[in-house]
């Protein structure tokens, strides 16, 4: 069983800068593929960035890409995403997850199996 607890959201201007953080416990921790999804107010829930479970490989949403940069401190048992260049259209509720399935892309919300409670991020123009 993994937990996870996200932090570090807040109001920021457009082009300002934000860390997320994940905080997880589980005894599985090292062993999964992180991922970072968010939905906005009217929106589906979308993926956002994904990283292996040794940190070696990571992908993004096209929107993202350039801005934003996850991260993984295994030895903390933390995920990171470091949100830069905002845009007024990333506001959204960001969730951590958490999922260990081989071979997969991690970018569905199915390949996950854990969640955290999300972190809002207001951006405003």
């Known amino acids: 069983q993994v937990q996870l607890v996200e932090s570090g959201g807040g109001l920021v201007q457009a082009g300002g800068s934000l860390r997320l953080s994940c905080a997880a416990s589980g005894r599985t921790f090292n062993e999964s593929d992180m991922g970072w999804f968010r939905q906005a107010p009217g929106k589906e829930r979308e993926f956002v960035a994904t990283?292996?479970?040794?940190?070696?490989?990571?992908r993004y949403a096209e929107t993202v890409k350039g801005r934003f940069t996850i991260s993984r401190d295994n030895r903390k048992n933390t995920v990171y995403l470091q949100l830069n260049s905002l845009k007024p259209e990333d506001t959204a509720v960001y969730y951590c997850?958490?999922?260990?399935?081989?071979?997969?892309?991690?970018?569905?919300?199915?390949?996950?199996?854990?969640w955290g409670q999300g972190t809002q991020v207001t951006v405003s123009s």
């Open positions: 997850a958490a999922g260990s399935s081989w071979g997969s892309a991690m970018r569905h919300e199915y390949e996950y199996d854990y």
């Open positions: 990283i292996s479970w040794n940190g070696i490989t990571t």
